[in-house]
């Protein structure tokens, strides 16, 4: 039997497979990857009827148009998207988030852009065909790791899906919300900067420039100045680390993150707000603000409680 | 044997062994990293050993920093690394079209280009670690005449494939990265097998590298391959 599968017309500037992300080979080099977003990751999977470790296609800005071959089928878009339905007719609609939608055969999804963020996720009922690679469906594009031969979606491809669930309707109040601060536990290297260049990573204004990806973010502001020492010997790094190389502006570790690295590192992202911090598109400011580590589980603590409401909304 | 464990972050552990770079605190990491492989932990998620370092994540949901510190300072280490180590040798070229950083090494080290190359294929390197990118040797001792720092701006994309110089320490970029090291050379060989979970490394912690010279036309020649 032919499975069903979407062809990609445009395969969008970023768009891989991921799941929860892959564990225990920092040893090796290879980092968690998975989805940047995890909050809107487990919506995805939730208003489709899929299981929580199902992979779902992320885009980042710019994401895949996809034209549909198959029985009719449910599909959810996560995130805060622009995107069309082109229906086999010519008819178009504009997509809502956080809703399935019914596909039939021949029509198209075509994810224009995120708007004012950066990833959204694209879930099909019953899920993409893949296979696991090393234990996980996230792909780390640059290990050439996981599904679709550790590619993003190229232009041309097919995607095949297993056998859908149920058609459903599902749909979820939900708006994404903006981040204040961006909160920061003290890095093993803090004492490696003046005080008064502390003073200003927690009260100025640093911009993310656009040489940020799904390794890291970079920033812009004021130049942070070591006193210490600006080379440290290359060590394990995590999610969320704040490295400053000498040239004094911040670096942040995201989930395709380098796992040695050999910048001091002035702070860790806190846990509870790192969904958020993926979000943040370059151009944008953001300001750190500094907490203790009893403080930041807690959070995290909140932020998970404050997720499984989300999900639990979804009947 | 560990000096010091702090947070880092909300969700790993640091576990200092000391400042110093050799074999022996070295051999320290890799036995705790052992150990702990074994042990297998609730929560643990990544254990990322390094030159005197040891890194470990966790996830929050089911233990927390002071549940696994307590854990690790209980830690009864083996003693014994079961492991065989291997001789590797690697060819290089040192064209001017891999040698990205060749002008900043001769000015900042004093040195002709060629003195720089004979004095880093002089030496037997050791592997102290393995990461940063998938399967990137960490390797030492490089000639503390070839010594220099990571550049102030690391490079958005360094090729894959290039040879680098960091300090006491050179290494190989087995995909293309970002990254601060001082470029000497490329070679064409894979370091890193995406095809095999089982072994993917071709270097791994403990192996004895050796580098070897060859011209840009044995460099296309291998690379072809």
Known sequence: MKNDYFHVARGGLNSTFQDLGRKNLYHIGLPFSGAMDKRNYLIANKLIDNNKNNPVLEFAY?????????????????????????????SQNKGECYRTIELDEGDTIDICSTNKSVYGYFSVSGGFKLDKVWDSFSTTIRAQIGPNNGNKLIDGQDIKLNEPNQLSNKRLDFINSKIEFIRVI?????????????????????????????MGMRLEGTKLKNIKKTNIKSE???????????????????????????????????????????????????????????????????????????????? | MIKNIANLGDAAIYCDFGTEVNKEINSKVIKYFMT?????????????????????????????????????LDLDVEDKIESEFKKIRIPTCFHNDFSLDIDRLEKRLKKSKREIIDLFLK??????????????????????????????????????????????????????????WNIIGNTPITIFNTTTQKTPNLISPGDEVIFYEITKKEYLKIYEK
């Open chain 2, 36 to 72: 702990l492989r074994k042990k297998n932990f609730k929560g643990i998620t990544n254990l990322s050993p390094s030159y005197n370092k040891l890194v470990i994540t966790f996830d929050i949901n089911e233990t927390s920093y002071h549940n696994l510190k307590q854990e690790i």
């Open chain 2, 123 to 180: 030496r037997k390197y050791f592997c102290y670690m393995t990461g940063f990118v998938a399967g990137m040797p960490f390797l030492g001792d490089t000639d503390d005449k070839i010594q220099l720092e990571r550049l102030e701006t690391p490079r958005v994309k360094v090729p894959r494939g290039s040879v680098g110089l960091t300090e006491q320490f050179c290494n190989i970029y087995t995909f293309e990265s970002p990254g601060g």
């Open chain 1, 62 to 90: 710019q994401g895949p148009s996809l034209k549909y071959f198959g029985k009719k089928r449910n599909i959810v878009v996560t995130g805060d998207v622009n995107f069309r339905i082109i229906k086999n007719n010519n």
């Open chain 1, 186 to 214: 003290k890095g093993t290297n803090f004492d490696y900067f003046s005080e008064q260049s502390i003073k200003d990573f927690f009260s100025k204004d640093f911009e993310v420039t656009k040489f940020t990806d799904r």
């Open chain 1, 236 to 315: 394990g790094l995590v999610k969320g680390t704040i490295q400053i190389p000498p040239d004094g502006k911040p670096i942040i570790m995201l989930s395709d993150h380098g796992t040695l690295g050999g910048y001091p590192k002035l702070g860790v992202v806190i846990s509870a707000d790192y969904d958020k911090l993926v979000q943040i598109t370059p151009g944008s400011k953001i300001k750190f603000k500094e907490i203790n580590l009893k403080d930041a589980e807690n959070l995290y603590k909140l932020y998970n409680i404050e997720t499984n409401n989300i999900l639990s909304k979804i009947l």
